[in-house]
């Protein structure tokens, strides 16, 4: 009996061992999403960060500017924003800045002329 609980102790530890590679995150990646770049190049500016393990609680390493740097995470929720084949004659207006501007499980989605609230494609 005693080696079949070291024996389930042992599993599940190497099965804890695989969950963020089960999460589809990268090891020392944080959850939470980084902020929109819509921002001039800074092509001179070196990177400050490679991943977010290099960034204080709460941060996230981005791209800002065109380079990755330490931002202030974001949430981010379920599903992908549909792709916008359009080209837009107007001048660019966004409708929001991030989901949690968007009501229910809408998401905040460049589309042609912007970001707006647009329902996400699950899977």
């Not at 974001?74 to 968007?102: A, F, M, T, Y």
Request: charged share 20%.
């Amino acid at each position: 009996m005693r080696a079949w609980s070291s024996h389930l102790l042992v599993a599940l530890l190497a099965l804890g061992s695989q969950l963020p590679a089960a999460s589809a995150r990268k090891k020392g990646e944080k959850f939470g999403g980084c902020p929109p770049d819509d921002g001039p190049c800074l092509l001179s500016v070196p990177d400050h960060c490679m991943d977010d393990s290099q960034c204080p609680t709460r941060m996230k390493c981005c791209y800002k500017a065109c380079f990755r740097q330490c931002v202030p995470l974001i949430s981010v929720k379920q599903g992908s924003c549909p792709e916008d084949g359009l080209r837009c004659l107007s001048p660019v207006q966004h409708l929001c800045n991030k989901d949690s501007d968007c009501r229910g499980s809408s998401r905040c989605c460049l589309g042609a002329c912007g970001r707006d609230c647009r329902n996400p494609l699950q899977g």
